[in-house]
């Protein structure tokens, strides 16, 4: 089975732009959970999408946005970018329920100029 | 709410020793444990987790941890350290009842251990 993928791997925006990241879910996977992580706030979750539905969302301003599509695969936005949005975002994949494994992808790494 | 102290932020250990890396954390809900790993430039890969029965939890690369409720910690063993054991590994909790509407559900993890194999 492939695992999960994210594009792209690397981006570099500049303050003020929008930026749309990307993920595909392992196949059969519903749920798809996004986290940031940061050399000074480390992993921090940002919201997990099941069944094109936000059933979870962590403490992040609304600029982060996200929703998932019916083949599972989900996309983050981030308008108005910050420098402080600069990190390296995860997303996982697992079955369902909150005992099963999330699976990471590799991640893509935004630096914001 | 979840919290989760992961008490070395660095370890060296010599190669072939053992190691233990400590995790504490701190729930007002029942929690499942997890220790995931990441190698440098490369996404999360999950060594092992706790859900129910039997304390003592064997994983993968001979990596075991011990959930003590007592005590609320889940440290992560291994007999035996590899130079390529060397990476950061994060200890983390997520809600066994979730979407309570209590707040975020995903993973809360520790701010990571490096650990460092020394030849």
């Known amino acids: 089975k492939a695992g999960v993928t994210q594009t792209p791997r690397y981006l570099i925006k500049t303050r003020g732009q929008q930026v749309t990241l990307s993920c595909s879910p392992i196949?059969?996977?519903?749920?798809v959970s996004w986290y940031q992580q940061t050399p000074g706030q480390g992993l921090q979750f940002l919201f997990e999408?099941?069944?094109?539905?936000?059933?979870n969302k962590g403490n992040f301003p609304g600029r982060f946005s996200g929703r998932q599509f019916s083949n599972s695969r989900s996309e983050m936005n981030v308008s108005t970018l910050e420098l402080g949005d600069s990190a390296l975002y995860l997303c996982a994949s697992r079955q369902s329920g909150a005992g099963d494994t999330q699976y990471f992808g590799p991640g893509t790494r935004l630096t914001v100029l | 709410a979840q919290s989760v102290t992961q008490l070395d932020s660095q370890v060296p250990v010599f190669e072939e020793a053992p190691v233990e890396l400590r995790c504490n954390y701190s729930?007002?809900?029942?929690?499942?444990l997890f220790w995931y790993v990441q190698y440098p430039n490369q996404g999360l890969q999950l060594l092992l987790k706790y859900l129910s029965g039997s304390t003592l939890v064997k994983g993968i690369n001979g990596f075991e941890a011990e959930f003590n409720k007592s005590q609320t910690s889940f440290h992560l063993r291994k007999p035996s350290v590899h130079i390529s054991d060397t990476a950061e590994y994060f200890c983390?909790?997520?809600?066994?009842?979730?979407?309570?509407?209590?707040?975020?559900?995903?993973?809360?993890f520790g701010k990571g251990t490096h650990l460092i194999i020394q030849p």
């Open positions: 983390a909790v997520s809600p066994r009842v979730m979407y309570s509407g209590g707040g975020a559900d995903g993973l809360t």
């Open positions: 999408y099941f069944s094109e539905t936000q059933r």
């Open positions: 729930s007002s809900v029942s929690v499942y």
């Open positions: 196949s059969g996977h519903r749920s």
